[in-house]
């Protein structure tokens, strides 16, 4: 690394601890949460596999337990996590308990970026968002859902500024104290969540 100065688009790279340029994945969960409680909803589950909440440094789960523990303890869900990274066998092998999460849960909206959760859904009868509204916290990859646009080319001009300005200041290799530019995401309505009556302003003044 020495003779090169570098810096990394989000959490993929473990080592070495590079400067970062990435969503405000803490920020973008906890806009979604309130997007959907000014739709109505106070039942909101997540479902996130468990590697990608460790990359993240647990930015995505955090909010959501915060969102939890303000809650009256009727309306709290558990969070849906699939072990490992989110990959198609480990996604696959969650069906089954992911559904039974549902079943016993009854969340009337769910956030996450397992957009194989629609499909699961529908094959058991439930539609979204006739019956359950869905966010997806990267609209990248679920461009028909409501949710987080993270931004992914201000991200990346972002990460092209910042390295530039390390390439004239001389700095090279890794650096002794990583920088995390964090961008905003932007909340975007798509055809998966539904308002399900007034807002919810008692939990919205809890959550800030």
Partial sequence: MEPFASVAIGYSLAAPRLHVVANHQHNATLRALRELAKLGHRRIGMVAATETLRRANHSFESPYHFFQSVQDEAHRVPLFAIQG????????????????????????????????????????????????????????FEKQWSGIDQQEVEIGRRAVELLVSLFHSGERGTPATPIRLLIEGRWIEGDTTRRLGPPAADLLERLG
């Fill in 85 to 140: 990274r989110d990959e198609p066998r480990n996604i696959a092998r969650a069906r089954e308990g992911f559904l039974a999460w549902f079943k016993r849960h009854k969340p009337t909206a769910i956030v996450s970026h397992v957009g194989e959760i629609r499909g699961w859904l529908e094959a058991a009868g439930a539609t979204a968002p006739g019956d359950v509204s869905l966010a997806t916290l990267s609209r990248v």
